[in-house]
């Protein structure tokens, strides 16, 4: 496996990075999954989109044009021979003295990472999830914005820690007002009546990019899409409920806290949802 780190192409055990990068002292950085299907990589352009607004948000100034980004994006594929897989992109601040400053590390670090990810077992994807709610709250606007993707994870890793407790593979993050925000590394749908409801943004949800392939999925399938608040009891009354993720894709949810999700079984939208979004993402992308 060959790592794009900092201007060149470099073995997994020669890409190593400084023990004073800011990325690594304070998770000082951001990042995108991507994945790659058949060739093409999908909705690069947004997930560039982002990086850039995750970067503007923090104050880093990228020296990268969008054009180059996404030329060693595929180019990280192609060295790889990744035809189907995922792509890490990570920026981080740099190197610099130990102080929490960004001021003394002058130079950002780019590393790109092509390889293959499974996130949960075939079997979830026929049966569905089982997930619960725990403690641990997402970060509201106020303090490190939801919307930047940045290295700094430790919320999320924290409920997930507390879902593998539980005996959970996924968990429902609440924001400060006890609303849901999102999973750990998943966006939340649900299904009611035959609209379709998803956490607004603004409650803490990552904005994803498989949360808007399938809004407009099924926007163009001709059905309703909310983007709304949500509590517990909206998803545990639900008729379907499924995540969203790059890695994940679309994963059924059939309960939460207890109580069964609809009947039990992944829903009659869920399945047409995730055929659409398959067909999407093996017909659309950016060619390596
Ligand atoms: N929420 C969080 C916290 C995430 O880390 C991710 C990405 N793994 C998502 C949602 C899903 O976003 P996307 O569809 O862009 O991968």
């Known amino acids: 496996m060959k790592i794009y780190l900092d201007g060149q192409f470099v073995d997994k055990e020669d890409a190593k990075i400084s023990v004073f990068d800011?990325?690594?002292?304070?998770?000082d950085g951001i990042f995108e999954g991507i994945r790659v299907y058949k060739n093409c990589v999908y909705r690069l352009d947004e997930h560039l989109e982002r990086l850039e607004y995750s970067a503007k948000a923090i104050l880093l100034t990228m020296p990268w044009s969008r054009?180059?980004?996404?030329?060693?994006?595929?180019?990280?594929?192609?060295?790889?021979?990744?035809?189907?897989?995922?792509?890490?992109?990570i920026v981080t601040r740099g190197a610099g003295s130990l102080g929490l400053s960004p001021n003394s590390c002058?130079?950002?670090?780019?590393?790109?990472?092509a390889d293959k990810i499974a996130?949960?077992?075939?079997?979830?994807y026929t049966d569905g999830l089982?997930?619960?709610?725990?403690?641990?709250r997402r970060t509201g606007p106020a303090a490190l914005n939801p919307g930047?993707?940045?290295?700094?994870?430790?919320n999320n890793i924290?409920?997930?820690i507390e879902a593998a407790q539980a005996g959970a593979l996924e968990a429902i993050m609440l924001n400060d007002l006890g609303f849901v925000a999102e999973c750990t590394g998943d966006n939340l749908f649900i299904v009611h009546k035959g609209v379709i409801f998803t956490p607004d943004a603004s409650n803490g949800a990552l904005r994803g990019i498989t949360r808007q392939a399938v809004i407009d999925l099924a926007t163009s399938q001709g059905l309703?899409?909310?983007?709304?608040n949500l509590t517990r009891y909206e998803i545990w009354n639900a008729d379907e409920c499924f995540l969203t993720g790059t890695a994940a894709e679309l994963i059924p949810v059939v309960g939460l806290d207890s109580r069964t999700i609809g009947n039990g079984s992944p829903g009659a939208v869920t399945k047409k949802l995730h055929a659409a979004f398959h067909e999407e993402v093996s017909t659309h992308g950016t060619m390596l």
């Open 22 to 27: 800011h990325g690594l002292l304070y998770g």
């Open 67 to 89: 054009e180059e980004l996404s030329e060693l994006v595929c180019e990280s594929c192609r060295v790889n021979g990744l035809s189907d897989g995922y792509i890490r992109l």
């Open 106 to 113: 002058p130079k950002p670090s780019l590393i790109i990472i």
């Open 119 to 124: 996130l949960y077992p075939p079997e979830c």
């Open 130 to 136: 089982s997930i619960v709610t725990v403690p641990t």
């Open 148 to 154: 930047v993707k940045s290295l700094n994870y430790l």
């Open 158 to 160: 924290m409920a997930k």
């Open 224 to 228: 309703e899409v909310r983007e709304v």
